[in-house]
């Protein structure tokens, strides 16, 4: 994580110094480590041991070994699509939430009238109940619903059954995700326009850089610590997707929207299968681990850091 | 600073020795004071109001025992049981729906005979058929509070207009048909097909005479009349065009739904939603029959909820007695003045009636009569609630015609058939 | 609403040592606005379009916000119907009437003030411990010097990535521990130690000049006062970023308190009272939007009160990726 390296400029001939400062730091630290310790190592060891235990909510327990983990890749009918679904859902949803975000924060320029309030309309999907969003947004995509009724009598064309539909419903899911969750991203990405050097783009207009050009070739590498950042953000939500499946879709038709929570969620409180649904847990956390990672080792190659 | 990292993980590593060690703790009473919990799914103050009143009639009756109410939403509640299983903080008396008895039987205790004299009831005191809404694996796991069926329910303003046959008590499916299409209109369907475990099963059920499961317990999805009468009632959607494709896996009452907003004229749902549906906010006029009878005679299930004891509670006595409270005469009564179940002892059924309106008593009880008259025991598999997960988003692909039911069935056969 | 570009400029300012990052950006925002500086009149004229653009910009963004504003608008309208409208064909947006009494009827249906009540007191409540932990920590880590730091700070990060649901049903067994089921504590505590706001906190001191810790060193303040007098005043737009965040993740927080609350009508908070009106009987549609509605109410007045403070708070919190 390069981020982190570079703030103890004057660190030389200051040991001492760094000694005390390392007692007080122990100071400052000390609730956020308690409790960090108490409310996430803790819970986060308990499911490490679950998910090697044949663990059912109620009864006894064994030890299983890795058993869980070879159910969940082998037999399990229901992992290798939820993976597949999780995966498919963030391919879509995180570039396609960016680019909304970016867009509205692009257009919503300082000459715009009512910027304040429209980025306030932009937010307030961010803030609603997922269960009232869940709602409508099933009572505008159903047959009888408000999409296909304008369809049907502006165009005279029927629109699928989009909830129901095995090729639409993920669409349907990211497209409702996208727009309940962009205005974080989309808060985000304004901020950081704010924050542009208005000389660096004077002078690249003067260049003659204009339009798409000026955009690719001076704005985005400018803003591409703070993508960097809402993209990192978003996949971790992407991969985290539960309830927005779980209540538009449940996870169908079939099993084509069920997501690896909404399995996890499944095995633990449905199926009463709490280590498998701890293994399960565990390969999505080193599967989030691991892309988040990456993402730190390859911004080199496109996130443009000014000093 | 670099002591920290040690001692976290040493923390965590004490943590997981300490669940080690403890390893299969199981239920306890749930409460330190020694009080009876009493765990009931509630929704609204009303729900929780009633029960409250039951719980009156309980203290009234156990004077030494302290018992208490703690209640959660009806689709939260499994949940929250899951939990309380798996931290050993199961309430003594646990609610719990005949049709996922199978899943949770593990966290009840059986009840024998000397139990229900302690509890101070009666096997004969229940309606026919009440004792299997609670029984699994041939072992007894709790008492039934409320019995019920399947009816087809109906609105009598749609079937007019379009001129269709109105339903009778003791039809056939010829006159299902009849109906379902003769209701069918360019703005209404004739019928609402269900995603809910037995409003769509229960027509392929009544249809065989051939519940999916076989009377050894296993799981039998595809056998032929099942299947058969199970890719017919697809048909009504795909092939004969009386219902509407459900649009949404998430939707579990989409057929109630379509049925209570007048978008179609029939449904199948449970009796216990009688009283809500003649007094529907649309205001159509509804009416209720029993179940079409197939050629193999007529076949519904007995359904309901009851209450058992858990496992490991540390007062089973007192909680036996409560039990006894709770299933008791006055308890049973009091539900039933009030219409809000029906309830599973004999004696205090006709109560329920005395509750409706006049103008629909009669109707309401010849529809319960027909349709309790020969209902038999709804068998169930240790997976059944895991069936039923896996089947229900398969369905909406069989209405919406990207699946066929004969498919979905084998899968799903093959996948929990064992 | 600071709307000049000059603030592009000064906002830059955090994270360049030697100025103070935050009376420079207010000063910026009591400039007069629209059209001030000369760099935007300059650029007006180079660009003979600009006007066509920015007409198009505002037709573009109107339209965006017709989109996203359509299922608020329905959601809105829907909880003012009767129950049995909401899926009547072909859907209206305005029901055969129009029941305002919905609204009273949310309160009627369950204890619907004490959920509130609830939510509230958990969520200022949390959002307060988040405060006092976030800023401590996020000072240690963003200002002090000491060994292992990235270590632990990395080790801090990778806790935002395990997901909540993960978590319960062991979160649940510590709560039996500790004996804090179904109790205030087991609500507040268990997630107030997410690593989120240390992350932010860090950022955002991090760019703050340290010559103002040795100017207060040199005066002789010891590290609580330097931070509580010195470094916290300069913070509170990142403070208030957290707070709004923090305040929301509370408010709108549905599987841990369904899990850990045991007595409803005592603890329950509001997302748990929008289930209760789905039922083994079927749902009150109705009633669920009209309650979705009134749980907003909070959320958006504060978002719409500190919306200025959130953009510039992000912007100064560095949280945009420096």
Not at chain 2, 367 to 391: G, I, Y
Not at chain 3, 116 to 136: D, E, M, Q, R, Y
């Amino acid at each position: 994580m390069t981020t982190i390296s570079s703030a103890g400029t004057r660190r030389s001939s200051r040991s001492r110094l760094s000694r005390i400062e390392s007692r007080q730091a122990l100071g400052f630290m000390s609730p956020a480590l308690v409790g960090l310790a108490l409310f996430t190592i803790v819970p986060v060891g308990l499911s490490v041991v679950m998910s090697l235990y044949d663990w059912p909510a109620f009864g006894e327990r064994s030890f299983a070994g890795l058993g869980n983990y070879v159910d969940l890749f082998t037999s399990n009918p229901d992992f290798w699509p939820a993976l597949r679904n999780s995966a498919v859902f963030a391919l879509l949803y995180v570039p396609l939430n960016l680019v909304v975000a970016l867009s509205l924060a692009l257009a919503l320029g300082p000459r715009i009238r009512g910027r304040a309030a429209f980025r306030v309309l932009f937010f307030i999907p961010v803030v609603t109940p997922i269960v009232a969003n869940a709602l409508v947004w099933k009572m505008l995509l159903q047959p009888q619903g408000l999409f296909n009724g304008i369809s049907v009598s502006v165009l005279g064309v029927e629109l699928p059954n989009f909830l129901a539909d095995e090729n639409w419903a993920m669409t349907m899911v990211v497209v409702m995700s996208v727009w309940q969750g962009m205005g974080y991203n989309m808060l985000i990405f304004s901020a950081a326009l704010e924050q542009l050097p208005a000389p660096v783009i004077e002078a690249a207009r003067i260049d003659g850089a204009q339009g798409w050009r000026m955009l690719r070739s001076v704005v985005l590498p400018m803003l591409s610590p703070s993508i960097f950042f809402a993209t990192v953000m978003t996949v971790i939500t992407a991969l985290q997707v539960f309830a927005q499946p779980q209540l538009l879709t449940g996870g169908g038709p079939g099993n084509a929207t069920l997501p690896l929570v909404q399995f996890i969620y499944n095995q633990g409180f449905k199926f009463q299968d709490l280590g498998l649904a701890a293994a399960a847990a565990w390969v999505l956390f080193v599967l989030i681990i691991g892309l988040t990672a990456f993402q730190f080792r390859a911004q080199k190659r496109w996130v443009h850091y000014e000093h | 600073m670099r002591m920290r990292t040690p001692l976290l993980a040493s923390t965590a590593a004490l943590a997981m020795l300490g669940l080690a060690a403890c390893g299969s703790g199981s239920g306890s009473g749930g409460s330190d004071d020694g009080a009876i919990v009493w765990d009931m799914w509630s929704g609204s103050q009303a729900d929780t109001d009633a029960l409250n009143e039951t719980l009156e009639i309980v203290k009234k009756e156990n004077p030494d025992v302290d018992v208490r109410l703690q209640t959660a939403p009806w689709n939260d509640y499994f949940t929250k049981l899951t939990t309380n299983m798996s931290s050993g903080n199961l309430a003594c008396l646990t609610s719990m729906n005949g049709q996922r008895l199978s899943t949770y039987a593990d966290a009840f205790e059986p009840l024998t005979d000397a139990d229900l004299k302690t509890a101070g009831i009666s096997r004969d005191d229940f309606a026919p058929g009440a004792l299997d809404i609670m029984t699994y694996d041939d072992q007894l796991l709790g008492l039934p509070f409320d019995v019920s069926t399947m009816l087809v329910y109906y609105n009598k303003d749609l079937i007019d207009a379009a001129g269709a046959p109105e339903p009778k008590i003791g039809w056939s499916f010829d006159d299902f048909e009849a109906t379902a299409q003769g209701a069918t209109t360019d703005a209404t369907k004739g019928f609402a097909v269900g995603l809910g475990e037995f409003q769509w099963m229960a027509l392929p059920i009544a249809m065989s005479g051939q519940q999916p499961v076989g009377e050894d317990g296993t799981l039998a999805l595809t056998d032929p009349a099942f299947a058969d009468a199970a890719t017919w009632y697809s048909g009504l959607v795909t092939d004969q065009e009386v219902a509407l494709p459900a649009a949404s896996a998430s939707d579990t009452g989409w057929g109630e739904n379509q049925y209570s907003g007048g978008n179609a004229a029939m449904a199948v749902d449970g009796t216990w939603n009688a009283v809500s549906y003649l007094g529907n906010d649309a205001g159509f006029d509804a009416g209720m029959v029993d179940l079409p009878t197939g050629e193999a005679g007529s076949t519904s299930l007995v359904l309901g909820s009851g209450y058992g004891i858990a496992k490991g509670c540390e007062n089973k006595e007192a909680a036996l007695k409560v039990l006894g409270s709770l299933v008791g005469k006055d308890a049973q009564d009091a539900m039933a003045t009030s219409g809000r179940s029906y309830p599973a002892r004999a004696e205090s059924q006709p109560l329920y009636f005395s509750s409706l309106d006049k103008s629909v008593r009669g109707e309401v009880e010849a529809a319960f009569d027909a349709a309790f008259a020969d209902v038999e025991a709804q068998r169930s598999t240790k997976d059944w609630d895991k069936v039923n997960t896996a089947l229900q988003p398969d369905l909406v692909s069989v209405y919406n015609g990207q699946a066929t039911m004969t498919d979905v069935l084998g899968q799903t056969q093959q996948q929990f058939g064992e | 609403m600071s709307t000049d570009r000059t603030d592009h400029l000064t906002g830059q300012v955090a994270t360049v040592p030697g100025t103070p990052p935050l009376a420079a950006p207010e000063a910026a925002a009591a400039r007069p606005g629209p059209g001030g500086p000369g760099a935007d009149r300059a650029r007006e004229a180079s660009a003979g379009s600009g006007r066509v653009r920015l007409v198009l910009a505002h037709v573009g963004i109107v339209l965006a916000a017709a989109l996203f504003a359509l299922p608020l608008v329905y959601a809105f309208f829907s909880a003012l119907k009767p129950n049995n409208e909401m899926f009547s064909m072909p859907p209206t947006l305005v029901g055969s009437e129009v029941r305002w009494s919905n609204f009273a009827d949310v309160f009627a249906y369950g204890p619907f003030a004490t959920y509130i009540g609830n939510s509230l007191f958990v969520s200022v409540a949390g959002t307060l411990v988040v405060l006092a932990v976030s800023t401590t920590a996020g000072y240690a880590f963003g200002r002090l010097r000491w060994k292992g730091r990235d270590v632990v700070f990395v080790l801090f990060l990778v806790t935002l990535m395990v997901p909540q649901e993960v978590l319960v049903v062991p979160m649940f067994i510590v709560m039996q521990w500790f004996g804090w089921v179904d109790s205030y504590q087991s609500l507040i505590f268990p997630f107030a130690f997410t690593a989120f706001g240390t992350f932010l906190m860090r950022q955002f001191f991090r760019g703050i000049p340290y010559e103002l810790d040795e100017a207060a060193r040199v005066d002789g303040a010891g590290p609580f006062r330097t931070f509580w007098r010195i470094i916290l005043p300069l913070a509170t737009s990142a403070v208030a970023v957290l707070a709004v965040f923090t305040f929301m993740a509370f408010w709108n927080s549905y599987l841990w308190p369904l899990i850990s609350v045991v007595d409803y009508e005592a603890h329950g908070t509001l997302p748990i009272g929008l289930a209760t009106f789905s039922g083994q009987n079927g749902t009150r549609w109705d009633l669920q939007m009209a309650a979705s509605i009134i749980s907003m109410i909070p959320t958006t007045i504060i978002v719409i009160a500190l919306q200025k403070h959130l953009v510039k708070g992000i912007a100064t919190a560095g949280l945009g990726g420096r």
